[in-house]
């Protein structure tokens, strides 16, 4: 597969390091190769938020919840110091709610229900639920995928007929 790089002209990252996220699109079917490309690039840009988002997203998609999860992290966290997001959830739900449109605060959003996901897939349900219902509580237009997560961990369990 050859992924065109100029198709990312909007990504705003040193051309080097877009290269390396194009090699490892390209090697996807071999796992060993693109992450060793993700790595590079992760390891080459001192953690900017676009590529850290692109290997959050590249490691939920090859089933690494663990990493997705660490890299996910590190979004929600970049991102919590620059937009001074408080460790409080009723604080932040405001700041949330208020400035849910900007591009950052979307972008925290997005890795905050993306972690509750992969915490689900990693068996910390109770957790994954707090996170769901969180974000549930800001995304009045469905727009994180929380509140599927959070009605999939809540369903109550049938029972057998």
């Known amino acids: 597969m050859k992924v065109d790089a100029e198709r990312f002209s909007w990504f705003e990252v040193p051309e080097d390091i877009k290269q390396l996220l194009v090699l490892a699109a390209e090697c996807w079917e071999n796992t060993e190769e693109s992450e060793k490309y993700i790595n590079q690039a992760l390891a080459q840009t001192a953690e900017r938020t676009e590529v850290l988002v692109a290997a959050y997203r590249?490691?939920?998609?090859?089933?690494?919840?663990?990493?997705?999860?660490?890299?996910?992290?590190?979004?929600?966290?970049?991102?919590?110091?620059?937009?001074?997001?408080?460790?409080?959830?009723?604080?932040?739900?405001?700041?949330?709610?208020?400035?849910?449109?900007?591009?950052?605060?979307?972008?925290?959003l997005n890795a905050y229900a993306a972690s509750g996901l992969v915490l689900a897939k990693l068996g910390d349900i109770e957790k994954a639920k707090k996170i769901s219902a969180q974000v549930k509580e800001v995304d009045d237009k469905n727009e994180f995928g929380a509140s599927i997560v959070y009605k999939i961990l809540t369903r109550p369990v049938e029972e057998d007929e």
């Open 58 to 108: 590249y490691f939920f998609y090859k089933n690494n919840y663990y990493m997705a999860l660490q890299t996910a992290k590190k979004v929600i966290e970049k991102i919590k110091l620059a937009e001074k997001i408080p460790d409080n959830w009723q604080q932040a739900k405001e700041i949330l709610m208020t400035r849910k449109e900007e591009q950052n605060i979307r972008l925290y």
